[in-house]
């Protein structure tokens, strides 16, 4: 059995085995000297650091440009350039390693072939230059083509009673620069129908719209459906997802949690518990991260995430962003990361992934100037850290100003589950947590957690909002809301949109825990 790692000295067992394990790779580490003990290093110099190409069209090639220089007082030794991103974007020559002799340079030819309506890529040298090892060129370009977008996706309908239904439009969009074509839409998943009223192949314009209405006739547990769409865009092939929970009980409670910003940057850390009973959330977990990351990018966030899971505390996979190549794949691999004598230890972990965050550790960067951090914490059991969970907050707290908590555990203060697949203790510790940090609360022993990635992504990017969109409809005659625990009568409720509307001297304030109270909306007719 592993012996247990005193919390005083898990900072420094974290420092030596990320100086063992998180390395920087492709590293020469040359040192040259001259006779009086003068060390000679070389120094990487790249200009410029982001290349932008103007709107062409599709399959249109043009090159763009960028130097290396060495600008040291010894040889610069580039082992690699590696490109990632969008298809769109090659190398002109093949990106053979070379060296630099002081004051030497080298063009590097970059190619852009019209793509996608927005595509972005980034090369990455690997060097010896001890001071700026590893720089980067940021890709920008775009092209005159088609792109069909299918809102909302996923849908969710939330609970209907079972025998009733529910009828929820989905929007066909062109959002695209150049004539948009949907030759074929299919719909797979029992309880559902589809009423496409229009011909097929549809043709939308650039900025062009309509509707296919789509309806759920509730049976009793979880159901799920696709919708698959063909068009003539870069993609090719589409698929929107759309759920519904039946139920034989009226009553429902929505929660919502206030936001702090807004923001335009976001660093967001989940610590995964990594014990056997985790498995089933760890895949919900990674089922759902596409469509977080579509909802980040929908909010226009410069967004980057982090796991953590291991008791040296650096993330798996390292940092996780838009330019990550298969992002979903690395994310999925990252949650199964296996764990250590802290796999129930969240929030221990979770500091210790930020104390890394500083240059030099092995999560060196995560934490950015004006940025919202946002702590995930995953777990069926109470926190198991050594010390009470405020000396955790307090230390987050310092590092990270406006970090707040959100925990996916167990109720507090009985659990859930009772013992089923969806079971877990109650989550002490991280409930507390995030009630101090303004941070969301949230079930792990619900199935669908389509909603909580919604919150966490609005969290994340928004400032304070005024309207809170209902999943399931409700009976508007039925409705309470309460505000921290307070009932509130500053709203009103928009059955266009299916929301509550605070008024303006009514609006919650950052951070704010708002429940919404209600009987369903039984229409069974027909």
Known sequence: MRSPVDPRSIGVLAALLCAWGCKPENKINVVDTQDNGTVLVPNVVVTPDALLWPTTDAGAASTQTFNVLNDGDADLNVSAMNLYGSPGFTFAADPLGFTLAPSESVDVDVIYTGYGAEDVGQIQLADDDPGNPN?????????????????????????????????????????????????????????????????????????QSTDVNLTVTAVGGEMTDQIYA???????????????????????????????????????????????????????????FDSFASQLDALSLDWQVGVVTKDNACFNHGILTPLTPNVSTAFESA????????????????????????????????????????????SDESDQSPNPWNTYVTDIRSMAPNASVTAIVGPVPNGCGGGGRYAAKA?????????????????????????????????????????????????????????????????????????????????????AHIVVYFALLENCDG
């Open 135 to 207: 720089p980067t060129v940021s890709l920008n370009g775009s092209a005159r083509v088609p792109e069909l977008q299918i809102t909302p996706n996923p849908l969710s309908y939330g609970k209907v009673m079972v025998g009733c239904h529910r009828e929820e439009p989905l929007t066909f969009a062109n959002v695209g620069l150049a004539t948009l074509t949907v030759s074929a839409i299919a719909q797979v998943g029992d309880g559902w129908s589809v009423d496409v009223p229009f011909a097929l192949p549809l043709t939308l314009e650039p900025g």
């Open 230 to 288: 063909s068009a003539n865009d870069p993609a090719g092939s589409h698929i929107a997802t759309q759920k519904a929970t039946g139920v034989t009980d009226p009553n429902v409670e929505e929660e919502f949690w206030q936001g702090d910003g807004p923001y335009d940057k976001g660093d967001i850390l989940f610590f995964v518990d990594q014990s056997c009973s985790m498995t089933n959330d760890q895949a919900t977990l990674q089922a759902n």
């Open 335 to 378: 949650v199964a990361g296996l764990g250590g004598t802290y796999t129930e230890a969240g929030l221990i972990l979770t500091d210790e992934a930020l104390k890394q965050s500083v240059p030099g550790g092995c999560n060196q960067g995560f934490i950015r100037d004006g940025s919202k951090v946002t702590l995930i914490e995953v």
């Open 427 to 511: 989550g002490s510790g991280y409930y507390e947590a995030s009630v101090a940090t303004g941070g969301a609360f949230m079930s792990i022993c619900q199935s669908d957690w389509t909603s909580y990635f919604s919150t966490i992504a609005n969290m994340t990017a928004s400032g304070t909002l005024n309207t809170f969109h209902l999943q399931s409809q409700p009976d508007p005659a039925s409705i309470t809301v309460q505000v921290n625990g307070s009932t509130s009568s500053g709203w009103t409720y928009d059955a266009t949109t299916n929301s509550i509307v605070f008024n303006d001297t009514s609006v919650p304030a950052p951070g």
